[in-house]
């Protein structure tokens, strides 16, 4: 691929589809920008990726892009990414989705592709809120935070999409932010690379919904709240129990190679299941 | 046994020959939960697939096992999935998408009682709407209705042909008695059924539009990896298949998606009718009860009483023309159903007033005999 045109010129259908959805400050179009780098890096075939995506501004994504694009119904995006690289096992299959996509309507699909470990990268842009229906509460919203339906304060604990990821057998979690975004970049790059489920959080602002119903402030006070309110792992290593307390670890929290990706699985069970019939034929 | 036993004669269950024709199609793909009466089909593909290559899961719900098949499909593969009541509700969301985006997709059906978790073990015809109706918004369907172990054979076959050649979810619409009754089935010979052949654009790549129009609506349809890079979302979309809320893009495609099942129903009409044009009185039924009816006829034969029968073997699109023209002019219609009325409203509608449609209708989770259609039959005329 030539080095020197920006990429938008090779991965994006910048022809058709511009402008885009997005709100100005909105950490989404900084995500896309970070796996259109991590895919250059990897070096991968634009007719060999399918992006997937389910509903919201989020999964508005796929469109952009000049891969194979399905943009499913919210909650879904694993489920179609699913039986597609199944289908396919020479797609190399991208999920992304919004932190309400991935873990309430689509929490069981999640955890369910977690453990069966099909190889497929799922990139969750955790906004705190329900973005595309006009900030809503959503898993991920922490506890007193303001949103439309928690006009009191949210009252119930959030999810840490990491620690569901690993605990439901991915093979390689992390989390950045759309502030980081070198470290963004060599994280989902380091996930592409995986063979089985891989999983990216990544914290992004949603300055319309979610920082005006706290008030916040705008995206750059938003952006600077990424950078002052995570540390990296090595820097939580170095701080007491209180100097913690509120703050967002970034890094990447499980890679392992100790778990075979579904479809290679897969394909040795057919090769067992053929020799078995083809056995029992011959008796 | 293994693979299709092909020119033999065996005695074969329903559901097994849903499996076995889905084979006979080509079948690639198949995703599923389990769900009575419909396990048996998931349960001998998960046995006969992967020695063949093919692609088999068990997904976490219905909701998933549709949205797999439909990831599949788009990916090259022939995609079935099989369930029950309960798990069909759950598909109606994948059922939708697959209306819109057309994609090629075969779901099985095979009905229990309901509503809910109803009598699970126990046969109805109570989805017959939920299969017309059952996803949000104005769509098309196709949903077809074996009344023996054979078509339960040969229909799944048909549905993958339609399910590609019109870009399409089909429906096949079993039911407890068919899924699980076992029959004398003398499978085709080899080579007389062959698999669906997935179509391919034929043109460069640069020119390729998803959704290109032609006269029949349906365009070849490129697969996910083969260099056709294009964009598939459950908005509505224009030709290459991008969003869009042009007035000018909207309406095309919606007329296109009804029309292209609509306007071709010299293709997708399928029915049976045995002496209808000579009796006044005629028993309307479809699937199980279906072979209820013909069991009447002939008993009514025997007491000298002349009626005809006509099934609907595709009940969506329902045959409009020809019931309006064959059954508008009866004395007597008896509408035999395994629910509360569904199909009934659709021969009330085609039928003017001086035509009496009787219903003859059981939801207690067992089949109609031939017994109470001919007590019926004897009633009304
Ligand atoms: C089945 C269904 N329920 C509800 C909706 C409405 N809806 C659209 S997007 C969305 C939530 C979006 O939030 P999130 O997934 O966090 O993504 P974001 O917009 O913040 O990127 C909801 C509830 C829908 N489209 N489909
Ligand atoms: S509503 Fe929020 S998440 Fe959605 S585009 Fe606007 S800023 Fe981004």
């Known amino acids: 691929m030539a080095a020197h045109l920006p990429y938008e010129y090779i991965y994006l259908r910048y022809k058709k589809k511009f402008p885009h959805v997005w709100c100005p400050g909105c950490g989404i179009g900084i995500v896309m920008g970070s796996i259109i780098r991590a895919v250059d890096f990897m070096k991968w075939n634009m007719n060999d990726i399918l992006l997937v995506s389910g509903i919201g501004c989020t999964s508005r994504m796929p469109v952009y892009l000049d891969f194979n694009t399905l943009h499913t119904t919210h909650g879904r995006a694993l489920a179609f990414g699913t039986g597609a690289k199944l289908a396919n096992p020479s797609l190399k299959v991208i999920a992304v989705m919004g932190d309400g996509d991935a873990l309430a309507i689509g929490g069981n699909h999640l955890i369910h592709s977690a453990r069966r470990n099909i190889e497929i990268t799922t990139i969750v842009v955790n906004n705190n809120n329900y973005g595309m229906t006009g900030g809503q509460f959503s898993p991920t919203t922490p506890v007193g935070a303001l949103t439309t339906t928690t006009p009191y304060g949210m009252m119930e604990p959030v999810f840490d999409i990491c620690s569901l990821a690993g605990g439901a057998g991915a093979v390689y979690v992390g989390r950045s932010t759309v502030f980081h975004v070198m470290e963004l970049d060599k994280i989902i790059a380091g996930a592409l690379s995986k063979d089985g489920f891989s999983l990216v959080e990544v914290m992004s602002p949603c300055p319309t919904n979610y920082g005006r119903a706290n008030r916040i402030g705008d995206a750059v006070k938003m952006m600077e709240s990424l950078q002052e309110n995570t540390v990296t792992i090595a820097q939580a290593e170095k701080l007491s129990p209180e100097q913690r307390e509120g703050k967002i670890v970034r890094g990447v929290f499980v890679d392992r190679d100790d778990n075979e990706g579904y479809t290679s699985r897969y394909g040795k069970l057919c090769a067992k299941a053929a020799e078995e019939v083809s056995r029992r034929e011959v008796h | ?381």
Not at chain 2, 65 to 74: F, Q
Not at chain 2, 209 to 227: D, I, K, L, N, Q
Not at chain 2, 293 to 300: G, K, N, P, S, V
Request: charged share 20%; glycine share 8%.
């Open chain 2, 1 to 381: 046994m293994s693979g299709v036993p092909w020119g033999e004669t065996r005695l074969v269950q329903g559901n097994e020959a849903v499996a076995l024709g889905a084979i006979a199609s080509g079948i690639d793909f198949f995703a599923g939960y389990p769900i009575t009466p419909s396990t048996e089909v998931a349960e001998i593909l998960a046995r006969e697939l992967p020695p063949m290559g093919g692609k088999w899961i068990q997904m976490e719900d219905e909701i998933a096992s549709v949205s797999a098949i439909v990831g599949a499909s788009l990916a090259g593969a022939r995609s079935m999935t099989a369930t029950s009541g309960p798990g069909f509700s759950l598909m109606q969301e994948g059922l939708g998408y697959a209306c819109m985006t057309e994609v090629p997709i075969v779901i099985v059906n095979v009905m229990r009682a309901g509503p809910s978790t109803g009598l699970p073990t126990q046969v109805s015809q109570a989805d017959v709407m939920q299969a017309r109706w059952g996803t949000h918004g104005d769509h098309p369907v196709i949903a077809l209705v074996p009344c023996s172990v054979a078509e339960c054979f040969h229909l799944t076959v048909k549905a993958f042909h339609l399910a590609e050649a019109f870009r399409t979810p089909v429906i096949v619409l079993s039911d407890e008695i068919i899924g699980h009754m076992r029959e004398r089935f003398t499978f085709p010979a080899k080579g007389e059924v062959q698999p669906v052949p997935l179509s391919e654009p034929n043109v460069p790549v640069e020119w390729y539009e998803h959704y290109h129009h032609t006269a029949s609506g349906v365009s070849p349809m490129a697969r996910f990896g083969r260099g056709y890079r294009f964009h598939v979302t459950g908005l509505t979309h224009d030709i290459h298949g991008f969003p869009t809320r042009r007035i000018d893009e909207v309406v095309p495609k919606m007329n296109r998606l009804k029309q292209k099942i609509t306007r071709r129903l010299d293709v997708l009409e399928h029915n049976e009718e045995l002496g209808v044009q000579e009796s006044g009185v005629v028993i309307f039924a479809y699937g199980s009860v279906y072979r209820s009816a013909l069991a009447a006829r002939e008993i009514l034969a025997r007491k000298k009483k002349k009626v005809g029968v006509f099934r609907p073997v595709t009940i969506w699109p329902f045959p409009d023309k020809t019931v309006k023209k064959n059954l508008d002019n009866k004395d007597v219609i008896v509408v035999c159903e395994l629910n509360q009325g569904q199909l009934i409203h659709e021969v009330e509608r085609l039928t003017s007033d001086q035509v009496r449609v009787v219903p003859l209708q059981r939801y207690d989770g067992y089949g109609i005999t031939p017994e109470q259609i001919v007590s019926k039959v004897m009633e009304v005329s």
